[in-house]
């Protein structure tokens, strides 16, 4: 977890090495967006179905997703990298994040070739996770700066997140005082997606986590619960967001529990069929 303020804008840090479960994994829209500095061979990124594979050698960056992001990982992978809060990588992007979305790029065309490459040579002389980890955490600070609207953006999201997405839009606009074409224009610049894109987003996220893979699941109380119309809208949604239907994808994850037990990708990540 990152000191303040970074707090405000990062879920965590992290630190991967070593042989990934799959060849390719399969990273459904969430509810947030990750920058990866990488230090191994290139990895490979597919932004959805009508896009094509692009390699990252230095790192990339992905805002909050619409659609599903697939993964090509080499034999032996290692890279450190940040978990952001919908509205995390606002300040450190020279862009809105709106021209990102979908749209993966190379931390090289964020930052530029010189800085990642002292990054790079920096992090990958340090001794070990912990130190490569405070030494990324101080660049962030370093690189931290002032965005408009960001207050806004991040209390009208916090709100999204608290109630998992099942809350009314034009509600939010008026607790924020401000008109919902202001706040939609806001969410666009530092998000990439409208305020419902991000309400979908967290309902669908937080129903997918509430399933427990090892027991029966019955789907329309589960959809029911979520606030989903019914059962038809929530496999609706589902299959819009993954790919997958719901059974499919329980199917899948309990093959990923099967095979890789207690492994720290389980979850939203899966094996890409």
């Not at 990062?10 to 990934?20: F, M, V, W």
């Not at 991000?198 to 619960?225: H, K, S």
């Not at 329980?250 to 529990?257: A, I, Q, S, T, W």
């Amino acid at each position: 977890m990152p000191r303040p303020p970074l707090d405000g804008l990062i879920d965590d840090l992290y630190y991967l090495e070593g042989a990934p479960p799959y060849a390719r994994l399969t990273l459904p829209p969430m509810p947030g967006a990750f920058l990866i500095v990488n230090l191994g061979p290139p990895f490979r990124i597919r932004a959805g179905a009508d896009s094509e594979t692009a390699e990252y050698a230095d790192g990339c960056v992905v805002t909050t997703p619409t659609r599903a992001v697939k993964f090509g990982y080499p034999p032996a992978t290692r890279s450190v990298g940040v978990h952001f809060k919908p509205w995390g990588p606002a300040p450190f992007l020279p862009m809105p994040a709106a021209e990102l979305c979908d749209r993966p790029v190379t931390l090289e065309q964020v930052w530029g070739r010189p800085t990642v490459a002292e990054l790079r040579e920096r992090l990958a002389a340090v001794d070990g996770p912990h130190e490569m980890l405070t030494l990324l955490e101080e660049e962030l600070m370093r690189r931290l700066r002032e965005t408009a609207g960001l207050g806004l953006v991040r209390q009208t999201s916090g709100v999204l997140a608290a109630t998992g997405g099942a809350v009314a839009i034009g509600d939010l606009s008026v607790a924020a005082g401000v008109s919902g074409t202001h706040l939609a224009k806001r969410f666009k610049e530092l998000v990439g997606v409208t305020p419902k894109r991000l309400a979908r987003a967290y309902r669908l996220t937080a129903t997918v986590f509430a399933i427990d893979p090892a027991g029966p699941v019955d789907w329309g109380d589960l959809a029911g619960g979520a606030g989903y119309f019914d059962q038809a809208h929530f496999g609706h949604e589902f299959r819009e967001f993954t790919g997958l239907t719901p059974t499919r994808y329980l199917e899948v994850r309990r093959r990923f529990l099967r095979e890789h037990p207690g492994h720290a990708l389980d979850g939203w990540s899966l094996p890409a069929d």
